[in-house]
């Protein structure tokens, strides 16, 4: 089945500092991907479409430089989180699809996931 | 605005209960509603749903769409201590691309 890899599943880093999380679609080509934003004991909030070759579509609210998305090739989706801070720490989810549907039936798959902590 | 309200919030019941949880939307262009269980990390499939008034079951799990009301009920019968966790409903919608616009999330806890 479709697999989507996470990395890192956890990162601490220190205030102003970037942070890169990387999500790859391992048996399929995703030309869409999804990054999620998660708050303790919260539900996931769509950050930004993530579009093969193409500009990022961010949800309404998320400021798209500070969170640079891209999706240089059909397998990887990258979502950099820039000059971080304490409030940005947070939960990071990626999903995608396998677009020929031969998951259609099992929906997104989700990467791993992704829990930043930012002192 | 695409909304997906899930109610209650949260829940506490003991083991061997039914609980009913619940699901509604406001979407331009539905496709289709999934529910999600999450525990630690990535939500795990449940059910997909694309068509009104037909059941999807898995064990002890069940799940229904009425796209009349737009919502859809998540049944959880005899519950399990490991049935805690919080359960998603997402809804696939399409304006230009697809993409899910999850619910709120129910919290559930199962007590032993």
């Known amino acids: 089945g479709a697999v989507v890899s996470q990395h890192p599943s956890r990162v601490i880093c220190k205030s102003g500092t970037s942070v890169k999380i990387e999500c790859r679609s391992l048996d399929f080509q995703a030309t869409t991907m999804f990054w999620y934003r998660q708050f303790p004991k919260k539900s996931l909030m769509l950050m930004a479409t993530s579009n093969e070759g193409s500009k990022a579509t961010y949800e309404q609210g998320v400021e798209k430089d500070k969170f640079l998305i891209n999706h240089a090739s059909l397998t990887l989706s990258t979502l950099t989180v820039t000059s971080a801070h304490p409030e940005d720490s947070s939960f990071y989810i990626c999903s995608a699809r396998d677009p020929f549907f031969r998951d259609r039936e099992n929906g997104y798959t989700f990467g791993s996931g992704t829990r930043l902590t930012v002192v | 605005e695409d909304k997906v309200v899930q109610s209650p919030l949260s829940l506490v019941v003991h083991e061997g209960d039914t609980v009913t949880l619940n699901c509604s939307y406001e979407?331009?262009?539905?496709?289709?509603l999934l529910w999600y269980k999450q525990e630690k990390k990535a939500p795990t499939f449940l059910f997909m749903l694309t068509s009104s008034g037909i059941e999807k079951k898995s064990g002890r799990l069940s799940s229904i769409l009425d796209k009349k009301e737009l919502s859809s009920i998540l049944n959880i019968t005899a519950t399990q201590t490991g049935d805690s966790a919080i359960y998603l409903c997402?809804?696939?919608?399409?304006?230009?691309?697809?993409?899910?616009?999850f619910g709120t999330g129910t919290r559930l806890k199962v007590l032993a």
């Open positions: 979407v331009t262009n539905f496709r289709s």
């Open positions: 997402a809804v696939e919608a399409t304006s230009g691309t697809y993409k899910y616009i």
